[in-house]
């Protein structure tokens, strides 16, 4: 997981994005033949009700999901999983023979956990094993720091756009353990889904995307939107998009401080509008660079308090980006950025921003 130490607010992109990776994809339906729940993947949480929060099961036209057995909390802990394996996101090392290879060193277990993955983007007539791993890696593998992992408990969750995901993932390099936390209150019976890609942008284009990495017609709630739904979404989805290039480039100081956090305030109510939750914590933390850049201390205490909020909510209360941003709630001269900029009066997040 990234954080927002000593950097000024980049251009957005989700951290958890899989296309971040520089190996290509493709769909994640397929070869599912054997139903096995991999519980020994999962390690709920010690806050977690005793109950397990959901199952796999076989989806109609999807292969496997994951299922809630019960109703689930916004900001429960869904899983924690350490990878099968790793390997560098570039590599001089043929990616064929390198999957072969740390894959042949997990366990009996692992293995067969990694052989229940589905895959796409290989040619039927393809079978030769070292191919097929590497396609079943290409399909299911995340961004793991500066590495690519694979995580067979994860990567059977399916994906939703915009409003429809309501689990996200996230890596703690600490602790070398992937995150899943659920962005929503989930219901029981409902599946869990998180997204592979920014879906920030219209349906035309995140359909397309899907569909060339993946191989699915995305079916999520947000893409069966009737047209003037549908409509109405992909504006909103676009402006976000521009509200986020607009105001990282306060950065490069191309408008102030009250610009940027209007635009960030912006973001914040399309996104209510939308119904999108994730990255807000990354969100209200940018702001808190800027109101510390500007030395608005109450606007630090309020952004920071909104940060650790949402970031609770996706990372996890004990994850070391909350407790940075407690801090600054804390103590908002201890920011990295404090008076690094003309001092000047920002603003705090919109009264309804919760
Ligand atoms: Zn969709």
């Known amino acids: 997981m990234t954080s927002t130490k000593r950097k000024p607010p980049p251009p957005k992109k989700p951290p958890q994005a899989r296309d971040a990776l520089r190996f290509s994809f493709g769909l994640r339906l397929g070869l599912a033949f054997v139903v096995a729940v991999v519980a020994y993947l999962f390690t709920n949480g010690a806050n977690a009700p005793n109950r397990p929060a959901f199952e796999v099961v076989r989806i109609p036209g999807k292969g496997k999901g994951l299922i809630a057995q019960r109703d689930i909390q916004q900001g429960e802990l869904l899983i924690r999983e350490k990878p099968l394996f790793r390997v560098p996101s570039s590599t001089t090392e043929s990616p064929q023979q390198l999957v072969w290879k740390l894959l042949q060193a997990t366990s009996a277990e692992g293995q067969a956990a990694f052989w229940d993955l589905s895959y796409v983007?290989?040619?039927?007539?393809?079978?030769?094993?070292?191919?097929?791993?590497?396609?079943?890696?290409?399909?299911?593998a995340v961004a793991a720091g500066q590495q690519v992992g694979i995580f067979p408990g994860m990567a059977r969750l399916n994906h939703g756009c915009s409003s429809a995901f309501n689990a996200v993932y996230t890596w703690r390099e600490s602790e070398q353990m992937l995150y899943v936390h659920a962005l929503r209150n989930i219901s029981k019976g409902q599946e869990l889904l998180t997204t592979y890609t920014d879906t920030k942008r219209p349906r035309n284009e995140r359909r397309a995307f899907l569909s060339s990495h993946y191989g699915f017609e995305c079916t999520c709630a947000v893409c069966s939107l009737d047209n003037a739904g549908s409509l109405a979404s992909d504006r909103r989805l676009t402006s976000i998009s521009e509200f986020y290039r607009y105001f990282a480039t306060w950065g490069n100081g191309d408008i102030t401080g009250v610009e940027a956090i209007e635009a960030i305030n912006n973001i914040w109510k399309l996104e209510e509008e939308e119904g999108y939750w994730s990255e807000r914590g990354r969100l209200a933390a940018d702001a808190v660079w800027i109101a510390a850049a500007h030395s608005d201390f109450s606007a630090v205490r309020s952004w920071a308090r909104l940060a650790a909020k949402w970031y609770t909510i996706e990372l996890g209360g004990d994850s070391e980006t909350v407790l940075e941003v407690v801090r600054f709630a804390a103590n908002p001269k201890a920011h990295t950025a404090w008076n690094s900029r003309e001092p000047l009066p920002v603003g705090g997040p919109w009264p309804s921003a919760g």
């Open 121 to 140: 983007n290989l040619p039927e007539t393809v079978t030769q094993r070292d191919h097929v791993a590497l396609a079943i890696f290409e399909t299911n």
